[in-house]
Every structure is written in C-alpha cells, then in structure tokens.
C-alpha cells in the first residue's frame, strides 16, 4: 500500500493549497481500532482528514471508482486501492453488506476507519441526518467514533468544480465517544438512531452548520425533480416563443 508514500510526497502540495489546520489531534487514539465520523461538504474532505490525521485512516469508495475499463480505470482502481479506499455497492442492502464486513475487520485489526455519516455530499452546505452504518459497527465492534467536523471545504471546492482552488480549510476532531460492544442480535434500531444522532450532534456543535432532519440523498432527489420541472418549463416556453415568430 502505497499510502504514505502519496502522503510525504503529494501532502505537502495539499497543505500549501488547502492550507489544513487540525483541532482536537489528542482525542485520536494513538492505537487500536476506531472510526472518524465527519461531516462531507466537498471531494476533497478525503484528502483533508488524512492530511490532518497522525494515522493511516482507510475509506469506502463508490463501487464504480473500481469498475471502470481501460487504463483509466484501471489507473482509478490501483490509485485508491493503493490510499486504503475499498469499493462499496451504494444501493444498500445485501450488496452493502461486504462492505461493511470489510469495515468491521478494518476496524478489529486496529485500524481507523472514517466514514461520512450522511452517507453523500451536502447539497447546500448544511448538515443533514446520519445514516446508522457508524453507529452499527461501533456498537459491533466496541470502538470508539471520533466525531470530525469538516469546516472550509466547500469553499475550495463547489458542487462540479474538478480542481479544488487555493484557500484555508479545517478539521476538528471531537472528544471520542466511547461504545460497549454489543452482541449484533442485541443492536436495536433505536439504540442505532439514538447513537448516530449523538454523532451528528457532536459535529453540529463543532462545525456550526444548519442541522436539516432529513436525509442528504432524499433531499438532493427532490432538487433534481424540481430543476428538471423547471428544464421542461423552460425548454416549452422557449418552444413556444420559436413558434410565434416562424
């Protein structure tokens, strides 16, 4: 795993355009399993937690990051294979469960582990309600989550925009919330909602961002549907208007 080799070599590029300041570096456990639950405003919030952390932290990746044909995807495949990311089939059920299992060990060899609890990018900079999947494995495994807030990203980065500009950038790491492992058929759904809300409370309270009680993905369907009315509207009116002046 090339991980750190990136890190010596290309980090310090990153830190001079993102110009990253970490809060809280002692609330990471130096050993030992754990999971950095953070906010995600941009891409580049998966450059930012490793460039602030002391340790190797291991991420999910969309499936179709490894999926890719030729020598751009398989150029795609060996880079985040190599900086610790490992695929995940994002439409859930079964197909989600490999990666979570592939968490858990990640978790249980004595590694961190860093999730976004949204489960996407937040659409207009506020912070939405956490999926469970943190919550889960904590409670599985009886390691502590470390709540992250990300602050200054989206600014370097907005929604479309390929290459991140130059600015500062922060990441906040919260006191860790320690879990008592739990028997998986003793994990109930509210003690999962109970624990992820507490997550997402932790972050709230660091990164001052507007809370939204829904989820990230359900709102940004509903953006879509809604600019799409708005296309259609628009590409009718201008119809319209070609077919009066013919």
Same mark, same amino acid.
């Given at each position: ?7 010596? =070599? ?20 130096? =050993? ?48 985040? =294979? ?165």
């Amino acid at each position: 795993m090339l991980y750190w080799f990136f890190m010596r =070599t290309l980090g310090p590029v990153a830190r001079h355009r993102f110009k990253p300041v970490a809060e809280g570096l002692q609330n990471i456990p130096r =050993t030992g399993g754990g999971i950095i639950a953070a906010n995600h405003l941009a891409v580049i919030d998966d450059a930012l937690l490793p460039l602030t952390c002391p340790r190797m932290i291991h991420f999910m990746g969309k499936a179709e990051y490894f999926e890719g044909k030729g020598i751009k995807g398989k150029f795609k495949k060996w880079w985040f =294979t190599s900086v610790g990311v490992f695929p995940v089939d994002r439409s859930g059920g079964s197909k989600s469960l490999g990666a979570l299992e592939h968490a858990r060990e990640i978790i249980e060899e004595g590694h961190l582990f860093g999730i976004h609890i949204e489960g996407t990018r937040s659409p207009d900079d506020r912070l939405y309600k956490g999926h469970t999947g943190a919550a889960r494995l904590a409670l599985e495994t009886g390691c502590p989550i470390i709540p992250a807030a990300i602050i200054g990203s989206r600014e370097l980065q907005k929604p479309g925009q390929v290459i991140p500009g130059k600015g500062h950038s922060k990441v906040i790491y919260g006191e860790p919330i320690e879990v008592e492992k739990t028997p998986s058929d003793e994990v109930t759904h509210e003690r999962l909602r109970e624990l992820t809300d507490e997550i997402t409370r932790r972050i709230q309270a660091m990164s001052g961002q507007e809370y939204v009680p829904e989820y990230a993905q359900v709102v940004k369907q509903q953006m879509k549907e809604e600019q799409d009315v708005l296309d259609s509207a628009g590409a009718e009116a201008a119809a319209d208007l070609e077919r009066e002046h013919e």
